[in-house]
Every structure is written in structure tokens, then in C-alpha cells.
């Protein structure tokens, strides 16, 4: 038995964390990859980093920035964070600050996101609009309370459930189906992540990456097709697991 690492926490554990911080943990993972999307908005919207005339550069008075720095720092900051709660508590012996600093960035990215009125935005409506000639997606905001299970689009009034937005915000963030080359390919070019044959081939036999599904083609051989998404997260669990093994800081 040991203490767990997270600071002010002094139950014993054969962890890196004790149970109730890994489901403190695990709870505000759930969100990061929901955050990570979203961010985008408020990223987009410029903002004054230095009041005018205080120096230090910043421009004329009242220059604005092409874009929200912090919330930029803040997604990337989010990218950090483990996947997983447990396999945090179990790999990583500093794993409290881990805890310490999502304590932090997720609840600042949820007030970039949300609002302060605990609003969650879901992105757009994306429902096929009746009428024309080429065929329109409803472009009205989605939000809601974070209690509410469904939301309205203020245009066009289709109702959505939350948690059906929610899978395809995640489908969004897995990418295309695609065979394993075509990820490589697509990775190395869109995300600048180089993964060899052999690493792929070696996290599909260790069980750490699954397929979506056979590709029937006319040879009557089936294809195993991934979502980039998922190799990215099993290529940068990989890396973080490798850098803490060899003591370097991510």
C-alpha cells in the first residue's frame, strides 16, 4: 500500500490514485474530447490581450489579436490529458498532478465552451431543409443545460437528443474509415504523425487498436478498415507511455 499522489489526498492505495480521484479523474475526462471540438469557436473569436497603452507591445490601442490565444493554449493544453482514468492511476507516478492540472483546464474550457451560464453548445443542427434547388443543412446553434436530455433548434425547431449529438461529435473526431495505409497516409499528412507498418500491424495483434469492420471487394478478400481517430489515440498513449517509462517530462 502507498499514498495517492494527488496533492492534499492521503488515502492509501496500491495506485497512483485512490479511487475517489480516479472517478473525479475518469469524470472530467469524459468531457475533453467533446471540449477539444468545441474549442474551435472560441478560438475564433478574437480578443484584447493587453489594455491599451500598457505597453510591452500588443499594436495600436485596441488591436485585437487574429485569434483567442488562450483558448488556442488551452486546447492544446486539453491534448495532454490521458485518455483514461485508470490506466493513468496505473502507469503514471505522478498522476495527482495530472488530477491537479484537469481540475483546472477542464472547467476553464467548459466556460469557454458552455458560458457561464453552464449553456452546452452542441455545434450546428445539420437537418436537411426542405425547398430549393441543391439540397441546405439547418445551420442553428445548438445548446443547452447541461441537465437537459434534449434541445430545440431555435431555426428550424427540430428536436435532438443530447446523447445522439454527442456520438456524432465523436464520430466527427474519429474520421473516415479508412484501410491501414490510408490512416498512415492520413495522419501523416492532416496531423504530421509518422506511424510505421509494423507498429500498426503490432497494436492490432496486441488487441490495443480494433477494426470497424470487413470491407467485402470483388478478389472475395475482406479489408480491415480504422478510424484515424483511433490510431491517433493507441500512437499517442503509446508515446506517452514510452516517454514516461524513460523518465522525460510530455
Given at each position: 500500500?502507498?499514498?495517492?499522489?494527488?496533492?492534499?489526498?492521503?488515502?492509501?492505495?496500491?495506485?497512483?490514485?485512490?479511487?475517489?480521484?480516479?472517478?473525479?479523474?475518469?469524470?472530467?475526462?469524459?468531457?475533453?474530447?467533446?471540449?477539444?471540438?468545441?474549442?474551435?469557436?472560441?478560438?475564433?473569436?478574437?480578443?484584447?490581450?493587453?489594455?491599451?497603452?500598457?505597453?510591452?507591445?500588443?499594436?495600436?490601442?485596441?488591436?485585437?489579436?487574429?485569434?483567442?490565444?488562450?483558448?488556442?493554449?488551452?486546447?492544446?493544453?486539453?491534448?495532454?490529458?490521458?485518455?483514461?482514468?485508470?490506466?493513468?492511476?496505473?502507469?503514471?507516478?505522478?498522476?495527482?498532478?495530472?488530477?491537479?492540472?484537469?481540475?483546472?483546464?477542464?472547467?476553464?474550457?467548459?466556460?469557454?465552451?458552455?458560458?457561464?451560464?453552464?449553456?452546452?453548445?452542441?455545434?450546428?443542427?445539420?437537418?436537411?431543409?426542405?425547398?430549393?434547388?441543391?439540397?441546405?443543412?439547418?445551420?442553428?446553434?445548438l445548446t443547452a443545460r447541461q441537465e437537459d436530455d434534449s434541445v430545440k433548434c431555435p431555426d428550424c425547431g427540430t428536436v435532438h437528443y443530447v446523447q445522439d449529438l454527442l456520438?456524432?461529435?465523436?464520430?466527427?473526431?474519429?474520421?473516415?474509415?479508412?484501410?491501414?495505409?490510408?490512416?498512415?497516409?492520413?495522419?501523416?499528412?492532416?496531423?504530421?504523425?509518422?506511424?510505421?507498418?509494423?507498429?500498426?500491424?503490432?497494436?492490432?495483434?496486441?488487441?490495443?487498436?480494433?477494426?470497424?469492420?470487413?470491407?467485402?471487394?470483388?478478389?472475395?478478400?475482406?479489408?480491415?478498415?480504422?478510424?484515424?481517430?483511433?490510431?491517433?489515440?493507441?500512437?499517442?498513449?503509446?508515446?506517452?507511455?514510452?516517454?514516461?517509462?524513460?523518465?522525460?517530462?510530455?
Amino acid at each position: 500500500m502507498t499514498t495517492c499522489t494527488t496533492e492534499d489526498c492521503f488515502r492509501e492505495t496500491t495506485l497512483y490514485l485512490c479511487t475517489e480521484c480516479i472517478v473525479e479523474l475518469d469524470g472530467l475526462l469524459q468531457d475533453v474530447g467533446t471540449l477539444v471540438l468545441l474549442l474551435d469557436g472560441p478560438i475564433a473569436r478574437t480578443s484584447v490581450t493587453k489594455n491599451p497603452g500598457s505597453g510591452g507591445g500588443g499594436g495600436h490601442a485596441g488591436s485585437k489579436p487574429a485569434i483567442n490565444l488562450d483558448a488556442l493554449l488551452l486546447k492544446a493544453w486539453l491534448r495532454q490529458l490521458p485518455a483514461r482514468a485508470h490506466a493513468e492511476a496505473m502507469d503514471n507516478p505522478e498522476a495527482g498532478r495530472t488530477l491537479y492540472m484537469a481540475r483546472i483546464w477542464v472547467p476553464q474550457a467548459r466556460d469557454l465552451v458552455w458560458g457561464p451560464e453552464d449553456k452546452r453548445v452542441y455545434g450546428s443542427c445539420d437537418e436537411p431543409i426542405e425547398g430549393g434547388d441543391s439540397p441546405m443543412l439547418c445551420d442553428g446553434r445548438l445548446t443547452a443545460r447541461q441537465e437537459d436530455d434534449s434541445v430545440k433548434c431555435p431555426d428550424c425547431g427540430t428536436v435532438h437528443y443530447v446523447q445522439d449529438l454527442l456520438a456524432r461529435l465523436r464520430d466527427r473526431a474519429r474520421g473516415e474509415p479508412m484501410t491501414p495505409r490510408g490512416v498512415r497516409e492520413y495522419l501523416q499528412q492532416k496531423a504530421r504523425v509518422f506511424i510505421l507498418k509494423k507498429d500498426f500491424e503490432n497494436w492490432v495483434h496486441r488487441g490495443k487498436l480494433g477494426y470497424v469492420l470487413d470491407r467485402v471487394n470483388t478478389t472475395g478478400n475482406a479489408q480491415r478498415i480504422y478510424y484515424p481517430g483511433d490510431v491517433l489515440e493507441v500512437h499517442e498513449d503509446t508515446r506517452d507511455w514510452g516517454m514516461r517509462r524513460h523518465g522525460l517530462k510530455l
